[in-house]
């Protein structure tokens, strides 16, 4: 981990034709330093161009640390694979919010409202009655948790700091209610309410699996196994899903808004929807015989297949996420006594790509969504399902963003800029002479 205020570095000076302009740096608590270019458009007339924002902090936040080349992870300073191993979601979902771990009381108060703020409004189900029987869960999740903003708008005052904590509260309490809705009305199941005598992961399994004609059994080691799940898909800084939050969040729309937003950016399969690709990938190569074959069409540039669940945007060594669920995938499916060819399948991609010189080259490792999709396989969540796993358990961290967003004196609305590579301007042509 490097201190950058070590590096001593206060400005720098960029020389712009005749005129030379001095930026100051910014220096955060971990990492590198920021060169503060806020000034350079009204000083040079100049922009900067960073597509992807590779090398742009689009914001300050306290929430979340990542050292890519280390593999390290810290929410609020404590490291992932403590949290991991001491911790529980709704315990993390807390820290995320707050900035500190909560005393027992505290934590009681919380795991109170959020469990008696986890009924959906019996009229939010008519949307699910609204999609086709087989649209992907997604896609309801997405609408139905934008749907929330019509039916609390008593949380939409965002100068209140109460009616904010509560909207993020009612996030938090619903996700997992909206996402079981979205998968049972998929199978034609009724849907279950929530029940406040169950914690939050196994009264989400609850509301999944129960049926009319027998009890549900809960099972500790998948409760345990999906709440390990949620913390570590908790909160990542600035990835695109948050990111997401924070832009539409900048322009004043409500939270439930925001939130929805970065559901769907959060589908894609480079980003969240990589889970539900890996294993699409893993089932498709089918037996270990075939690995090789894979990583081949993965190197070949005419080729658009890539390894899914391998490479990261910011970790240039081991997702420090995909090492403590390669561990537990091993544990959870000896366990259930789950044996699923596919594991043998992942094993082998990893061991192969981990010695080819092209992803050793391009330091592209296992991240968090390798090894999360076999897992939930293992736990019988379906692999539409799999993307809105991790959802639930990221709204912990989009509402934490989103609260601190709200309380940042410099936030702004986000407009980037763009090079224009369009025509120069030019006179309309009337349609008989074109
Ligand atoms: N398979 C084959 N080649 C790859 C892969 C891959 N999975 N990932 C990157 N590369 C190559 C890429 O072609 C490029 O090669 P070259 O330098 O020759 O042009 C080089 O590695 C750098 O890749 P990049 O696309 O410039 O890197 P990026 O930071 O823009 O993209 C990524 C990061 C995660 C989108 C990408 O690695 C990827 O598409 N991975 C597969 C999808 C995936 O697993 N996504 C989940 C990410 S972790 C969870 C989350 O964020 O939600």
């Known amino acids: 981990m490097s201190d950058s205020n070590k590096s001593g570095l206060s400005e720098v000076t960029l020389a712009a034709g005749d005129k030379n302009v001095v930026l100051p740096v910014q220096h955060p608590t971990l990492g590198a330093p920021c060169i503060d270019i806020a000034r350079l458009p009204k000083e040079t007339g100049c922009f900067t161009y960073d597509p992807g924002f590779t090398a742009t902090a689009s914001c300050k936040s306290a929430i979340t640390y990542i050292d890519g080349d280390a593999g390290v992870l810290l929410y609020r300073g404590y490291p992932i694979e403590q949290l991991a191993e001491k911790s529980s979601f709704l315990e993390v979902a807390y820290l995320l919010m707050n900035g500190e771990?909560?005393?027992?009381?505290?934590?009681?108060?919380?795991?109170?409202?959020?469990?008696?703020?986890?009924?959906?409004?019996?009229?939010?189900?008519?949307?699910?009655?609204?999609?086709?029987y087989d649209a992907h869960p997604m896609a309801m999740l997405a609408g139905t948790t934008a749907s929330l903003s019509a039916f609390y708008h008593d949380t939409l005052d965002l100068e209140d700091p109460e009616q904010r904590r509560l909207a993020a509260i009612r996030l938090l309490a619903k996700m997992p209610t909206?996402?079981?809705?979205?998968?049972?009305?998929?199978?034609?199941?009724?849907?279950?309410?929530?029940?406040?005598?169950?914690?939050?992961?196994?009264?989400?399994?609850?509301?999944?699996?129960?049926?009319?004609?027998?009890?549900?059994?809960?099972?500790?080691?998948?409760?345990?196994?999906l709440d390990l799940l949620f913390i570590l898909h908790a909160d990542h800084e600035q990835n695109a899903s948050t990111s997401t939050v924070r832009l539409v969040g900048s322009t004043g729309?409500?939270?439930?808004?925001?939130?929805?937003?970065?559901?769907?950016?959060?589908?894609?399969?480079?980003?969240?929807?990589?889970?539900?690709?890996?294993?699409?990938?893993?089932?498709?190569?089918?037996?270990?015989?075939?690995v090789d074959a894979a990583v081949a069409r993965a190197k070949d540039k005419n080729d658009s297949f890539r390894l899914m669940g391998f490479g990261h945007r910011v970790y240039k060594n081991f997702d420090p996420r995909a090492k403590i669920i390669r561990e537990m995938t091993h544990k959870v499916l000896g366990e259930l006594g789950v044996n699923d060819p596919l594991l043998d399948v992942a094993l082998k991609l990893e061991e192969a790509a981990l010695k080819d010189d092209y992803f050793v080259q391009r330091k592209l490792y296992p991240n968090v969504d390798f090894y999360s999709g076999i897992i939930y396989k293992a736990l019988k969540i379906p692999t539409e399902m799999f993307t809105v796993m991790f959802a639930i358990g990221r709204t912990a961290g989009w509402v934490a963003h989103w609260l601190e967003q709200q309380e940042d004196p410099e936030n702004k609305i986000g407009r980037p800029r763009q090079i224009y590579t369009g025509s120069a301007s030019r006179d309309y042509v009337d349609a008989d002479k074109r």
């Open 178 to 225: 909206l996402a079981a809705a979205a998968y049972r009305y998929s199978i034609g199941w009724p849907i279950r309410f929530p029940r406040n005598n169950l914690d939050y992961v196994n009264r989400f399994l609850h509301m999944m699996f129960e049926v009319p004609s027998e009890p549900l059994e809960m099972n500790p080691v998948v409760a345990k196994a």
């Open 253 to 290: 729309a409500n939270p439930y808004a925001s939130v929805a937003a970065g559901i769907t950016a959060l589908w894609g399969p480079a980003h969240g929807g990589a889970n539900e690709a890996v294993l699409k990938m893993l089932a498709e190569i089918g037996t270990p015989d075939k």
């Open 101 to 132: 771990l909560p005393t027992p009381a505290e934590f009681s108060a919380f795991e109170h409202e959020v469990t008696h703020h986890t009924m959906m409004h019996e009229r939010l189900k008519n949307f699910f009655q609204g999609f086709q």
